[in-house]
């Protein structure tokens, strides 16, 4: 008998590509020799926005970000847990409450990119992009929407002093000291870093629209000899060799609705095992979230040899239900005070906290 499943990604060629192909190599299995599986696409912005149970009521298979792993009760199945070996925190990211709730088929994290035309090499620190911005370096962020909250947590936990879910912001001084060089930055910037995603950024980055970004999130697929990535700066060269960039990547998950629940658990292990993130997931325009994946690809001046030791010290996000539609929230209130060059420090420490506590409020 046949099983027929639904699964959801992103419409990029890094969350699209890989699908088709690896569902193939699936069907030449035998756990999956009678499964078919088709596959529907969101936008990038449907990680933030779209609730998670409205998805896994639709989909036997979902790929997720890991800040969802908030909402995975009653809407998601817990996994076997696995033994294998993920780049930096991305296997914990998708535990909660001792629990296995996606297992990573993609990895990234915040890193720096650069034209090798316009610079030598990445800064090591923050005081470098100081003097690159000196001598009429062009600089580029993504900052649109929740990517505003990604700096600003970058930076916080570059500085020691990150977002905890349980205590919320860190003391005044260290949210002044993120918020004031975050602000300088964005000074020296392209103003239309304001509208940018991290794809965008990055496109703006190849077309030579800008020389340097100190924070987005990787895409392997924009490497070249002319354009390459490097750890995000630290904060002084005290505080260690590379700062301390936010964690992307995609988990896939299982839907608590699907009718076929072994076939679906058996597809998600096979696309997460060595086999599959080695031999099939890079080749298919993808980019793999297993560590042996990475190592094989490390090769130095690649994407994946330049960026690997970012993940060393990758900051996990908050998790608990409501954080998704929090960060929306959080991420609309940075981006609006970097834009307002008359708003205080001291005003935004404020507002972060009103929505902070707001949201905690609800979700108790």
Not at 88 to 94: E, I, Q, T
Not at 221 to 242: I, M, N, Q
Not at 285 to 304: D, M, N
């Amino acid at each position: 008998m046949s099983i027929h499943l639904r699964g959801i990604t992103w419409d990029h060629p890094r969350g699209r590509d890989p699908m088709a192909p690896v569902s193939a190599a699936f069907a030449q299995t035998p756990r999956g020799r009678s499964v078919r599986i088709d596959w529907d696409e969101q936008p990038l912005s449907g990680f933030e926005s779209r609730p998670l149970s409205e998805l896994a009521s639709l989909y036997d298979l979902l790929v997720i970000d890991h800040p969802h792993v908030g909402e995975a009760a009653g809407c998601l199945l817990p996994l076997p847990m696995i033994a294998d070996a993920f780049v930096g925190p991305s296997l914990a990211s998708y535990i909660q409450d001792g629990q296995l709730w996606a297992v990573p088929i993609d990895a990234a994290c915040h890193v720096s990119a650069y034209r090798t035309s316009s610079m030598p090499g990445a800064p090591s620190d923050w005081s470098q992009v100081r003097e690159l911005a000196q001598v009429g370096t062009r600089i580029g962020l993504p900052l649109a929407g929740v990517h505003a909250l990604m700096g600003m947590c970058t930076l916080l936990a570059s500085l020691g002093a990150e977002l905890s879910p349980e205590r919320g912001w860190p003391d005044d001084d260290a949210m002044a000291e993120a918020a004031t060089l975050y602000r300088w930055l964005v000074s020296v910037s392209d103003r239309r870093s304001l509208r940018w995603n991290p794809i965008q950024a990055l496109e703006a980055l190849d077309a030579g629209v800008v020389d340097y970004i100190p924070m987005t999130f990787g895409y392997s697929g924009f490497a070249t000899a002319a354009l390459r990535f490097a750890p995000v700066p630290a904060w002084t060269p005290e505080h260690g060799p590379t700062g301390a960039g936010v964690l992307g990547g995609t988990g896939l998950a299982v839907s608590s609705s699907t009718r076929h629940t072994e076939a679906a658990i058996a597809f998600a292990q096979f696309a997460a095992s060595e086999w599959t993130q080695v031999n099939q997931w890079a080749q298919n325009g993808g980019q793999p979230a297993h560590r042996a994946a990475w190592e094989k690809l490390a090769v130095p001046g690649t994407f994946y040899g330049d960026t690997l030791a970012a993940f060393a010290r990758a900051y996990v996000r908050p998790r608990f239900p409501g954080w998704n539609a929090l960060q929306t929230r959080l991420g609309h209130t940075i981006e609006t005070w970097l834009a307002d060059d008359s708003a205080s420090i001291r005003d935004l420490i404020k507002r972060l906290w009103t929505d902070w506590e707001t949201s905690r409020e609800l979700v108790v």
